[in-house]
């Protein structure tokens, strides 16, 4: 039996399927020991998957973004037009040593075009960690902001 959600998928055979994924490249394993990597490294693939036994790799976006934590830092809006990517966490030189710092961007990135592109890039609270998309589309983000580092 299909998920709930695959039927309406179905019903809507135009919309373009995409699975957004970020890969964080901020922290990388030495002698098994987490190590802060150089920022910059971080990027958001966009993968068509309309044909789910072959999907398609559309884009990689040099784009910053954090896996510290669950994964809900990325989100598709129920049209499939936008996906919003969140960096909760930064890394900055701190002398001669690397630190995670808190992050306040809130990337919006167009599924529209071909390839998909970044079209704004918004300034939320620190630390913005996780969002939510309203089924109206009336707030189409909405980060869950920690207030405190």
Known sequence: MS??????????PNILLYLIV?????VAFTDGKPVLSPPGK????AIDIRDRAKPRIVVNLSLENSVFGPPINLAITPDGKLALVANSIDVVKDGDTLKSVPDNKLFVIDLTTSPPAVIATIQTGKQSSRMAISRAEIWPWLPIVRTTA
């Open 3 to 12: 998920p709930r959600w695959a039927s309406s998928l179905r019903r809507r």
């Open 22 to 26: 970020g890969n964080g490249e901020k």
């Open 42 to 45: 971080d990027t958001v693939s």
